[in-house]
């Protein structure tokens, strides 16, 4: 057995805790020196990094991603998330693109992407004419036609969304025509392009006054161009699916100096009488239901054929039309 220390010796109990307090004075010298050191250090850097900071800019964007095919790979299964996460992406990098003035390099391919992922995504599509061309005032026309090229892709994953065909519609006929394009037949045939999406817009936005309102200019740019066949349609079709009766007035009014006395007269007698047959039969359903459904029959009148040849008997609208002709 070892001998114990002495009370109050250096070894002893009473020595610890001065030891203890020397240790944590040591530290925290130590402690307080390194700071004064680093703090010396990010001093001497700070103000030359600054400098190097406002010199230097980004210019350019590196694209990171594989092709869309493969992108639809990568995704495991969880295309409609990805889609959604690089759509995101796609709205704060062109904020923060537009904020430092300059072009966003990826967009064109990161569209592409979330096309492959999410084919009936909308937004993308509805959106991708003002984030290509809003990016800078001289959009080279690569961009105009990639722009266009998304576009119709939305029309044919989506072809009974109207307000994507007046998008489509505006920007074909209008928005590029007049701000991208520079040569005259390109123009010309532009316009014409969109005027017919225009017009199937119109079709489609039955329900929807304001698209058929804002598609009626496509009537107009195929009246100037000579297609007034072509413009008679559109406005008869549109007519045909709205409900809007400033609209309705509208383009009667139009069809009126187009079709002449005779041929306006007879058309507004069959409009009124599907009308009235509408709304005596089944008013409580859309005019598109209706149209579908077809005339209403009455079997016992038309059956053996003695009234076959009356509007009253026929099995579709086209022919109950042209019985109403006949019996002009």
Same mark, same amino acid.
């Given at each position: 057995m070892g001998a114990r220390p002495a009370p109050g010796t250096a070894d002893g109990p009473a020595a610890r805790p001065l030891l203890s307090r020397a240790g944590r004075a040591r530290d925290a010298l130590v402690t307080a020196a390194l700071a004064a050191v680093a703090a010396v250090a990010i001093g001497s850097v700070r103000a030359p990094a600054t400098d190097v900071e406002k010199r230097v800019a980004e210019t350019s964007d590196v694209y990171v991603l594989p092709p869309p095919d493969e992108v639809v790979t990568l995704s495991l299964g969880y295309r409609s998330a990805l889609a959604d996460l690089l759509w995101s992406h796609v709205l704060v990098s062109q904020g923060l693109h537009t904020f430092e003035r300059r072009r /966003?390099?990826?967009? @064109?391919l990161l569209?592409? %992407?979330?096309?492959a992922l999410d084919p009936t995504f909308r937004d993308p599509y509805l959106f991708a004419d003002a984030l290509? @061309? /809003?990016?800078t005032s @001289?959009?080279?026309?690569e961009e105009v036609l990639k722009a266009r090229e998304i576009m119709e892709r939305g029309v044919q994953h989506r072809p009974l969304d109207g307000e994507l065909w007046l998008a489509l519609g505006q920007f074909v006929a209008f928005i590029a025509p007049a701000s991208y394009l520079t040569d005259p %037949? #390109?123009? @010309?045939?532009?316009?014409?392009d969109g005027a017919?999406?225009?017009a199937r %817009? %119109? #079709?489609?936005?039955g329900g929807d006054a304001s698209i058929s309102w804002q598609a009626l200019g496509g009537a107009g740019i195929l009246g100037r161009a000579g297609e007034r066949e072509a413009q008679i349609r559109f406005l008869q079709r549109t007519l045909a699916v709205t409900d809007d009766e400033e609209l309705r007035q509208k383009i009667r009014e139009q069809l009126d100096k187009l079709l002449g006395e005779r041929a306006a007269e007879g058309y507004r007698r069959r409009l009124d009488g599907f009308s009235d047959i509408w709304r005596r039969d089944l008013p409580f359903v859309s005019k598109t239901t209706m149209l579908v459904l077809g005339p209403p029959r009455e079997p016992a009148y038309c059956a053996g054929g003695a009234h076959a040849d009356e509007p009253r008997c026929a099995t579709t609208w086209r022919a109950w039309a042209e019985r109403i002709e006949q019996d002009r």
């Open positions: /966003f390099e990826n967009l @064109t569209l592409d %992407a979330i096309n290509i @061309t /809003f990016q @001289t959009t080279p026309r %037949a #390109e123009k @010309t045939q532009w316009r014409l017919r999406m225009l %817009a %119109a #079709e489609l936005g």
